[in-house]
């Protein structure tokens, strides 16, 4: 019986063609797993070939005769026997600690949380990337700068969970672009290169020229002032077009504020935050009112 193969090509059209071949038969003969569809890449990095997995299709009646005879010794297996429950006097029933997964607190013994000697460690972050994939980040960015004529000096590092590049040279005003909007888009681009070699939960951010510090200070202070002023005239106030880390920095300034509240409203990657009082637009509707409403307005 032929194994099953792989095979790759620019595109899974041409590597059923290959499969085809290779197999000497036609493509309603194969049963054809594809794993990677392809990609053409971006300013052609980060090209894909298309992956497929291929196998003879069986002869109708065999596999499904062994499948049957599988299935008919399961069935007949004598199911293991289990040895009678014996019951506890009360002295031996003690109550059982409850599982932590079930009430999604650490689990207590009977006697209660005094005698709990055991903690629960906190969850660990993601597994950093090798040096390798940090040497092939800093090599895409490289080259996406190249081929903006703003050929500069990268830095890439992990801090936390978190791969930072910081861009530093003559062309910082350039990458950056009004309002950080160029850092921003370049930022994303290269978040979709990379996100296939990162660990899970694992974040990618661009600085150029310590802009993402100086920002930050900017929006803190920004979210103070406005909160001030939505506590003294009760009217919301609007931060437009924020990225998701501009918009976490506003959330996080106001969110021990208790005379203020955050929102963030609208789609796609730049949202706005709305700044507003607790309540504030929520009335009541009057029900079974209308005809005093109808007297009133006549008076």
């Known amino acids: 019986m032929v194994k099953e193969k792989d095979f790759y090509d620019k595109s899974v059209t041409q590597a059923i063609q290959q499969a085809c071949s290779a197999f000497s038969t036609s493509q ?20 894909k070939k298309a992956h497929i997995r ?3 299709k069986k002869k109708p009646g065999t596999g499904a005769a062994k499948t049957l005879q599988q299935d008919i010794a399961v069935e007949e297996q004598p199911a293991p026997e289990t040895e009678p429950e014996v019951e506890k006097s009360p002295v031996e029933q003690q109550p059982q600690p409850v599982a932590a997964e079930e009430t999604g ?13 055991e903690s629960v460690s906190p969850p660990a972050g993601p597994e950093p990337p090798t040096e390798e994939v940090l040497a092939s980040i800093r090599t895409d960015l490289d080259r996406i700068l190249h081929l903006m004529d703003c050929v500069s000096e990268i830095e890439v590092q992990v801090e936390g969970n978190t791969v930072q590049c910081r861009i530093a040279g003559e062309y910082d005003e350039t990458i950056l672009g009004p309002e950080g909007r160029t ?4 930022q994303y681009l290269l978040r979709k290169m990379t996100s296939s070699r990162l660990p899970e939960k694992m974040l990618l951010d661009i600085d150029a020229g310590n802009f993402r510090e100086r920002r930050t200070l900017e929006l803190q202070k920004l979210a103070g002032e406005l909160a001030d002023q939505v506590k003294v005239d009760g009217k919301t106030q609007v931060i437009p077009a924020l990225n998701p880390f501009e918009r976490r920095v506003i959330h996080l300034v106001l969110q021990e504020d208790k005379g203020v509240r955050s929102r963030s409203v609208g789609d796609g990657l730049f949202k706005k935050v709305l700044i507003f009082k607790p309540g504030k637009g929520r009335k009541p509707r009057a029900r079974g009112r209308g005809r005093q409403g109808d007297g009133s307005a006549g008076k």
Do not use: H, M, Q, Y
């Open 28 to 47: 309603e003969n194969l049963e054809i797993e594809v794993l990677e569809t392809g990609t053409t890449g971006i300013f052609g990095l980060c090209k």
């Open 183 to 186: 850092l921003d888009s370049l």
């Open 54 to 56: 291929v196998n003879l």
């Open 105 to 117: 607190r650490p689990a207590e013994s009977p006697a209660g949380p005094e005698t709990r000697k």
